[in-house]
């Protein structure tokens, strides 16, 4: 799913993916020219396998998230909030939901045998 960043504006506007069992949904709103401000919420569980014997397993996830959007390359300040940047006029919501699909796969998890 892509929304142009032309199409957004003060006003807040939903949106909503679903993908692999994870629901990435809520509001995109423009920030300044060329930047996007969005808050949503991932929900939902991944599939995945123990870091240490390999057991099937599901992480649940339920954060927040706020992220800001730039058209082209980013010329504020960093560091404060996550910053992500697509360079043809399209934020790509799947992008941002695999990029944080992944964030989450890159921590350490362990089924339940091995956590004790
Ligand atoms: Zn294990």
């Known amino acids: ?3 142009a ?7 807040a506007l939903d949106f909503e993916l679903v993908k692999d069992g994870v629901r990435f949904f809520g509001k995109v709103s423009k920030k300044s020219d060329g930047l996007i401000l969005l808050k949503a919420d991932l929900a939902g569980k991944i599939s995945h396998s123990c870091d240490r014997c390999g057991e099937d397993l599901e ?7 706020e992220i800001l959007v730039s058209d082209g390359i980013y010329k504020g300040a960093a560091d404060e909030i996550d ?5 043809d006029g399209f934020i790509d919501f799947d992008e941002i939901l695999q990029s944080e699909i992944e964030s989450v796969k890159s921590d350490y ?5 091995c956590k004790n």
């Open 59 to 65: 992480i649940e996830i339920n954060e927040p998230l």
């Open 109 to 113: 998890h362990y089924c339940a045998k």
């Open 5 to 11: 960043f032309k199409k957004v504006a003060k006003e």
């Open 1 to 3: 799913m892509e929304i």
């Open 83 to 87: 910053v992500i940047e697509f360079y």
